[in-house]
C-alpha cells in the first residue's frame, strides 16, 4: 500500500472494513478488532491513528508494532492467518497496516468474545448471528443437515421418484439417488431426511420449518399505503411454492397483444422467465435458518419486489453479483437445476439481466439489508414512452392490443393520421370499436387528438 492509497484510506473514516488504532494499543484491542474483520468481511486495521487530533499520530517503533500485531493474531482462536503488515509512510509519520483476508473459513474469537464489525463499531455476536455465520462457514451447510425429529416416511417417495425420472436417472434405486444428492443420511443404520429432502420431497415442509414459505402481494399503487388488492401464502414444497408463486404474478400481469406474421400474440408486462428465475434464485439462495422471516414477493403498479431472507455469504457484494459464482444451498441447486428450473450456479442474475434487456425494460436491482437481499424488476411504467414507439412487443407489454400497437407504430413511421386512415389499418373492426381504441391511446398519454370532426386526426405525443 502507497503513503497516498493509505490517506485516502483514513479519509474514509473507521466503517465496517476499516478499524483505526492509537499507537501502543494493548494487545486485547489488536485482537478484538482483527477478530471483528475476520467474521465480517475482511478489511484493514490501521495502527497509529490517535484518537485525539491534540495528540501526534503515527507510531514510533513499527517493528514492535508489526509483532504485536501478528502475535495477536496468533492469539486469535483459531490462529487468523494474517499476512505480514506493512509499515506505510505518510509524510513524515509512519503506520502500520494489516489487511485482513475476506471470505475466511472460520469463525473467530478472542478469549471466548465472538465480535464483528456493525458499521463503524465492534460489537458482540448475538446468539442468532453467531449460528448463522457457524453454518455459513461450515461445510456441512444447513440444507445438508439432518432435520431433528423427522423420519424416512416424511419424504413423499413417489414425488420423488417422478423427480428422479424427469431428472433423467433410474429410479429402481431411490434410496441411492435421494443419498447421492443429499436428501438423506443414514445414521447409526436408520436413514433420516435432509432439510434439503424435507423442502424438495416432503409432504408438509412447514412442519419443521416454518417460515419455508413465500408470502405473496399484489398493491394498486407504487407504495406500502397504497390498496391492497390481493394477499395469499405459497407453501408446501420448494416446487410447488415456485409455481405457485409464478402464476400469482402471472395472473396479475397486463397482457397486451400483436401481430407476429398472420398470428396474434399476447405479450405479458414482464417477461416471464425473468420472474421464474427471480423466484427460483430467492428459494435456492435463501438462508432457511432465519426463523420468522419468509421470502416476500411484492406486485407492485411499477415493479415486482422478491425479498429473501439471509445476507450474502463472506464477502461477497451486490456489486460483485453479476459475476459472482455461490450457492447457500446447494444441494437444493442441484435437484432444482436437474429439473430445469435454475439455470446453473451463479447463472441467475445474468439471465435476469439479459431477459430484461431483451425485453427493454430497465436493468434489475438488488439491494442487501442488514436481514437480507431484495431484487427489483422494473415493468414499462414509468420508461419514457419514446423508447418503445418503434418496438411493438415494448408497446404490447404496456397493455396495448394488437390494434392500437398498430396505429402506435403507423404514428411513429407517418407522423399523423386521419380517423380514416386508423380505420383503413383496421378494416376487422366497427368504427365504435376503433374509436374505443383512440380515446385509451389518448387517455395514456400515448396520442393526441387535433382538430374535429371530419378535419380530425391523430399524432403521437
Known amino acids: 500500500m502507497t503513503g497516498q492509497e493509505l490517506q485516502a484510506l483514513l479519509e474514509q473514516g473507521e466503517g465496517e472494513t476499516r478499524v483505526f488504532l492509537p499507537s501502543h494499543s494493548r494487545r486485547s484491542a489488536l485482537g478484538e478488532a482483527l477478530v471483528a474483520l475476520a467474521n465480517t468481511r475482511g478489511g484493514y486495521l490501521v495502527v497509529g491513528v490517535q484518537r485525539s487530533k491534540s495528540r501526534g499520530g503515527g507510531v514510533d517503533t513499527p517493528e514492535e508494532a508489526c509483532r504485536a500485531l501478528l502475535e495477536a493474531a496468533q492469539g486469535c482462536r483459531p490462529p487468523l492467518p494474517l499476512p505480514v503488515p506493512e509499515v506505510v509512510r505518510v509524510g513524515e509519520l509512519a503506520f502500520v497496516v494489516a489487511q485482513v483476508p475476506s471470505g475466511l473459513a472460520h469463525v473467530y474469537h478472542w478469549e471466548g468474545r465472538y465480535l464483528h464489525r456493525v458499521g463503524a463499531a465492534t460489537l458482540p455476536l448475538e446468539p442468532g448471528e453467531l449460528r448463522d455465520l457457524l453454518l455459513e462457514r461450515s461445510e456441512e451447510g444447513f440444507d445438508g443437515r439432518i432435520v431433528p425429529g423427522a423420519t424416512w416416511d416424511e419424504l413423499d417417495m413417489e414425488e420423488a421418484r417422478a423427480y428422479a425420472l424427469a431428472s433423467g436417472a433410474d429410479s429402481t434405486d431411490l434410496l441411492a439417488w435421494l443419498r447421492e444428492r443429499g436428501c438423506v443420511r443414514e445414521v447409526e443404520g436408520i436413514v433420516r431426511p435432509t432439510y434439503a429432502g424435507v423442502l424438495l420431497f416432503g409432504h408438509n415442509p412447514q412442519a419443521y420449518l416454518p417460515q419455508a414459505r413465500i408470502l405473496l402481494v399484489h398493491r394498486a399503487g407504487t407504495a406500502e399505503d397504497e390498496n391492497l388488492l390481493a394477499c395469499?401464502?405459497?407453501?408446501?414444497?420448494?416446487?410447488?411454492?415456485?409455481?405457485?408463486?409464478?402464476?400469482?404474478?402471472?395472473?396479475?400481469?397486463?397482457?397486451?397483444?400483436?401481430?407476429?406474421?398472420?398470428?396474434?400474440?399476447?405479450?405479458?408486462?414482464?417477461?416471464?422467465?425473468?420472474?421464474?428465475?427471480?423466484?427460483?434464485?430467492?428459494?435456492?439462495?435463501?438462508?432457511?435458518?432465519?426463523?420468522?422471516?419468509?421470502?416476500?414477493?411484492?406486485?407492485?403498479?411499477?415493479?415486482?419486489?422478491?425479498?429473501?431472507?439471509?445476507?450474502?455469504?463472506?464477502?461477497?457484494?451486490?456489486?460483485?453479483?453479476?459475476?459472482?459464482?455461490?450457492?447457500?444451498?446447494?444441494?437444493?441447486?442441484?435437484?432444482?437445476?436437474?429439473?430445469?428450473?435454475?439455470?446453473?450456479?451463479?447463472?441467475?442474475?445474468?439471465?435476469?439481466?439479459?431477459?430484461?434487456?431483451?425485453?427493454?425494460?430497465?436493468?434489475?436491482?438488488?439491494?442487501?439489508?442488514s436481514t437480507g437481499v431484495r431484487l427489483v424488476l422494473y415493468g414499462p411504467k414509468g420508461v419514457p414512452l419514446s423508447t418503445f414507439m418503434a418496438d411493438p412487443q415494448s408497446l404490447a407489454r404496456l397493455g396495448l392490443n394488437e390494434r392500437q400497437v398498430q396505429i402506435v407504430l403507423s404514428l411513429n413511421e407517418r407522423g399523423r393520421l386521419t380517423s380514416r386512415e386508423c380505420q383503413e389499418l383496421c378494416p376487422q373492426v366497427s368504427a365504435e370499436t376503433l374509436r374505443r381504441d383512440l380515446a385509451d391511446l389518448i387517455a395514456r398519454g400515448l396520442l393526441l387528438k387535433v382538430g374535429e370532426s371530419r378535419a380530425t386526426y391523430y399524432i403521437l405525443r
Open 232 to 369: 395469499e401464502e405459497a407453501g408446501g414444497t420448494l416446487p410447488a411454492q415456485v409455481r405457485r408463486a409464478e402464476a400469482f404474478l402471472v395472473e396479475r400481469m397486463h397482457r397486451g397483444r400483436m401481430w407476429v406474421g398472420d398470428e396474434r400474440v399476447s405479450v405479458p408486462e414482464y417477461p416471464v422467465e425473468a420472474v421464474r428465475e427471480a423466484l427460483v434464485n430467492a428459494v435456492v439462495h435463501r438462508d432457511y435458518a432465519r426463523q420468522g422471516e419468509e421470502i416476500r414477493v411484492t406486485m407492485w403498479a411499477d415493479r415486482i419486489e422478491v425479498y429473501s431472507p439471509g445476507r450474502l455469504p463472506g464477502s461477497l457484494r451486490v456489486q460483485d453479483l453479476p459475476a459472482a459464482r455461490y450457492v447457500r444451498n446447494p444441494r437444493i441447486a442441484r435437484i432444482l437445476g436437474e429439473l430445469g428450473l435454475l439455470q446453473g450456479i451463479g447463472a441467475g442474475v445474468g439471465r435476469i439481466q439479459a431477459l430484461m434487456r431483451e425485453a427493454r425494460l430497465p436493468p434489475p436491482e438488488w439491494q442487501e439489508s
